[in-house]
């Protein structure tokens, strides 16, 4: 039985994983993890009896310790605990869910343990593929994207040889069609109405800048060692194509499936092998139409600015993920307007001078110092 | 370099493998065989050079024999020269383009003699897949599907594990969303007017009857070994995702191009290896939108018919595909209207009695009494 660690369970790709445990019904979990919602945590810890629990916050896992006082289960505490519970001995896998960059470190962790990673995390891939690549191939470790669109990719390439082009879908997020003036007034709300999806906040207001797809194409980058002239995006507003990939002959492979972010994450937990779907058939003949769509690059200047940083490439990433981070939050603290978001990235980004080829503690260092810039 | 046969070169798909040959500029072409057209037949052999030409046709062979007479060429006659062509001891590979089932005697002995056969011929798999399939395995031999269905579906399927429906699409041909009423009087031009292939007269009006797809259907039951009521069919107006396969955690792959038969003849030709496209790319943005249907069963019964046959199996499909070829050519000649093909082939399944496992020889005769019979 495959023994899994879930960094991040409390949210929506690690609630999600349990309820893909839930139907499997062949996956031990041996470790959870979470920020500070501690309630959700302390019910899964019941439910599944992991030997860890971790949260980040100190004072919450203190009160989560006295909680669960009546199990067995370890609770530990801050950053150094979410990376004890990802190098657990009995783990095999660890279901990488946490948002954003604090999910890096934990991974690499895992990575030097010897763990297969269901990688939910974009940030470490954005901001250290250029050391978690090599690390994971080093230390053969799978390195199983639970995204839709890299999943995708990842089941479409049937041979690594005759790769001509990645296409990643983007749904276009809440503002396809929008014209920059009709986006200068929108609202938070509007901007989470995301019309396939059910996401966490952050991903669902990256849809809408286009940043979300932006940093799939520098996780793709990595994931897949393809040159960013060869990842291309096309809006696919239903998202049934989560992404394609165009081999030498013209063929295009295009991997189709209702959007149930459950598909990816079941094919990574039950990889190489596969199981009786969680998620429901698709019924093309009821959908009826599939529609496509070249990105507005004017209206979403995200996508560009983010292939920019890839390209760029060295610490440059990691301010464009820190900066659209720190920019995000402040867009839902109501502080800033939506075409803010961009923009403060893209000041940023233009303030940087590159770091070639940053540590880990580097890259910590600069998403921590860009973060301090734009919060002031 | 690889050496080839063509089998029907005269014809849509062999005229197409030339071009594919002249693209690809690796392949030599050994072995070309036509029904009659002697003066394209001519014309390609003083291009190609081949070791041998045959020509089914006695008198025109006799008299291509004179017009190449200061070649070197040896040009042989009737089915037997046309079997010799196919098993010539220089050719790695045949390409079987004979339309009908003329095509499957020179098949059965190039898989006998142990060259690798790119299909196109569908009769072949429709009359004798139990007989052809597994002679192909002990022989070693590949089996490329060349229509763009199967070979489709062959690119679609990574791993023959976890398979859980083969989806073909259908262009639903040149009638699609006609009433059986408004099909009373269509004529023989209105059924050839295709909507996205170009392709021979035969094709073209089984894909009008759905009669093509039905063979599709028989043909890739015996291809990849999948159960009838696995093998599903959708109509696809725009004739770019070419069919698909639905695994078992719901996820399905499918294969997108521009519709060009060339490209899945140079798959075939350039198998295991793959080379540049001479069709052209895919652009999904400029193609904007797919589109998705239940085929409707009422006005074009031929799919249930062909679907019935093929389960019936034994000498059904051969008394299914014979009443069909020969209702198509009344229909082409002007003798029946369009729906009266299908009413011939049912007419003449009912009053067939089934042999359970028919020899290549009594598959031939079966062909030949059906043929008879109609034809009366």
């Known amino acids: 039985m495959k023994s899994i660690a879930i960094l991040g369970s409390t949210g929506s790709i690690g609630t999600q994983t349990l309820e893909a445990v839930d139907f499997l019904n062949d996956i031990k979990v041996s470790a959870l993890t979470a920020g500070g919602n501690i309630e959700l945590l302390e019910r899964q810890a019941r439910k599944y009896k992991p030997s860890v629990v971790a949260v980040a916050d100190l004072s919450k896992a203190a009160d989560l310790k006295l909680r669960l006082a009546d199990t067995d289960i370890e609770v ?133 800048t286009l940043m979300n797809k932006a940093l799939e194409v520098i996780e793709a980058h990595h994931l897949f060692n393809v040159d960013y002239d060869r990842i291309k995006v096309v809006v696919h507003r239903e ?30 937990l039950t990889y190489p092998e596969m199981a009786e779907g969680i998620a429901k058939p698709l019924d093309l003949s009821k959908i009826c139409t599939l529609s496509f769509y070249e990105p507005d690059r004017k209206t979403f200047p995200a996508l560009d600015l983010g292939l920019y940083a890839g390209k760029t ?29 961009v923009q403060l990235v893209e000041k940023a980004m233009e303030k940087h001078t590159v770091i070639p080829n940053p540590t880990i503690k580097e890259i910590s260092e600069i998403d921590k110092k860009i973060r301090g810039d734009l919060n002031c």
């Open 76 to 208: 530990v505490s801050g950053q150094e605990g979410i990376c004890y519970a990802a190098t657990l001995d009995e783990v095999d896998m660890v279901v990488a869910a946490i948002v954003g960059i604090a999910g890096l470190s934990p991974v690499y962790d895992a990575i030097c343990a010897g763990k297969d990673i269901a990688l939910a995390n974009k940030e470490t891939l954005v901001t250290a593929g250029d050391i978690i690549m090599p690390l994971a191939r080093e230390k053969g470790v799978g390195m199983l994207p639970v995204d839709s669109e890299h999943h995708a990719i990842f089941q479409c390439i049937t041979e690594k040889k005759n790769i001509k082009n990645l296409i990643i879908t983007a749904s276009g997020g809440s503002f396809f069609g929008k014209t920059p003036q009709e986006l200068e007034n929108v609202t938070v709300e509007d901007a989470l109405n995301h019309p396939n999806w059910s996401m966490g906040r952050k991903i669902t207001i990256d849809s809408a």
């Open 239 to 268: 998202s049934i194509v989560h992404s394609m990939v165009e081999y030498t002959d013209n063929s295009v492979l295009a991997q189709m499936a209702t959007p149930d972010m459950r598909l990816p994450i079941q094919a990574a």
């Open 313 to 341: 490439g060295g610490s440059m990433p990691v301010v464009f993920n820190a900066a659209n981070e720190a920019a995000v939050q402040m867009f839902l603290d109501g502080k800033i307007r939506f075409m803010e978001i």
